[in-house]
């Protein structure tokens, strides 16, 4: 674990690091190695696990902890304190294509970023997939190996494919039977 130090910023790769020079990092995050960041920004504390990449236009807020192997592409807002699991996929384009109609690679003037907020204190199992344009709402959790296809409601905890709600959380515990709020 590397915590950044100013050559860690600005000389591209370094230590097995990527690090472009137009990334913002905050103070005291901690970089493991093989890691991919461009255009983005991290905030002070946050903890980033090997084999993550963070595109551009993505924000990662303050004291979070993002583990190894996840990918958080364009358009993603994480906001303070939350946690993403291993493996994490963000997405960003509900109907991908590789060409645009003429038959050429499409660029970036050839679709629309769908933007996805992870709302504070917020957690992501490992595995997980979190599909475009969605909320994810304050501490709230997803369970691991779910596909989120909708808004997660604050303090839910949601869990499968697709995610379901399977009960809401009560302050910072899980809610124990008598406090379940909601199923679906
Ligand atoms: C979602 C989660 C928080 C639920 O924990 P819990 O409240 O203790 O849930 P339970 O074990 O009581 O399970 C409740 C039901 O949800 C199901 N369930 C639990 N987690 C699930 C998951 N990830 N995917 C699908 N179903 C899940 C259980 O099978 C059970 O179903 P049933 O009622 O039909 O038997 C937890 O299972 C989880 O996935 N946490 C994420 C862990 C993680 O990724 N950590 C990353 C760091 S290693």
Redesign the pocket.
């Known amino acids: 674990m590397t915590t950044t130090k100013p050559e860690h910023r600005r000389d591209g790769m370094n230590s097995y690091l990527c690090v472009a020079p137009d990334v913002k990092l905050g103070s005291d995050v901690k970089l493991s190695k093989f890691i991919n960041l461009y255009g983005c920004e991290i905030g002070d504390e946050t903890k980033i696990g090997a084999f993550v990449e963070v595109q551009k236009n993505a924000t990662i807020g303050k004291r979070c902890k993002i583990?190894s192997h996840t990918f958080i592409c364009e358009g993603v807002t994480i906001e303070d304190n939350v946690?993403i699991?291993?493996g994490v996929t963000f997405i960003n384009d509900r109907f991908p294509r590789a060409t645009s109609a003429g038959g050429k690679l499409q660029t970036e003037a050839d679709w629309k970023v769908e933007r996805t907020v992870v709302r504070t204190g917020a957690?992501?199992?490992?595995?997980?997939t979190v599909l475009s344009g969605l909320t994810i709402g304050k501490k709230a959790?997803?369970?691991?190996?779910?596909t989120v296809t909708k808004d997660v409601p604050e303090n839910a905890?949601?869990?499968?494919?697709p995610?379901k709600i399977?009960?809401y959380m009560v302050d910072n515990a899980?809610a124990d039977s008598g406090a379940i709020n909601a199923t679906e």
Not at 141 to 146: E, K, N, R
Not at 157 to 161: D, E, L, M, Q
């Open positions: 583990s946690f699991g291993h957690s992501i199992g490992s595995g997980s959790i997803v369970g691991a190996g779910s905890i949601v869990a499968g494919n995610a399977l009960r899980p």
